[in-house]
């Protein structure tokens, strides 16, 4: 049975930095693309960072330089690093990953950055 589990929100000062982890169980992390995602009150979900099996990330230009994904195999472990936080960092925060053509989601984890 494949699934995510967000952890890591929380509240944040502007221009401070939390670390969102997304623990994956049902399949290797190392084998999948993965995702981080956010949808901010009344706005579309969006994608923010993402990493290839082979290891290649791609970044949202709202956070690029800020934000950093990357996974640890062993712990089976997706992790997004967010420095700088904005108050348009304000969002939930999703893990999403394709596995045998769906894509699985974890419930979120809430990230409220004040000025």
């Known amino acids: 049975q494949v699934q995510l589990e967000e952890s890591g929100g929380g509240p944040v000062q502007s221009g401070g930095s939390l670390r969102l982890s997304c623990v994956v169980s049902?399949?290797?992390?190392?084998?999948?693309?993965m995702s981080w995602y956010r949808q901010a009150p009344g706005k579309e979900r969006e994608l923010v960072a993402s990493i290839t099996a082979g290891g290649s990330t791609n970044y949202a230009d709202s956070v690029k330089d800020r934000f950093t994904i990357s996974r640890v195999n062993v712990k089976n472990t997706v992790y997004l690093q967010m420095n700088s936080l904005k108050p348009e960092d304000t969002a939930v925060y999703y893990c999403?990953?394709?596995?045998?053509?769906?894509?699985?989601w974890g419930k979120g984890t809430l990230v409220t950055v004040s000025s």
């Open positions: 999403k990953a394709p596995y045998y053509g769906m894509n699985y």
């Open positions: 049902g399949f290797a992390v190392s084998t999948s693309a």
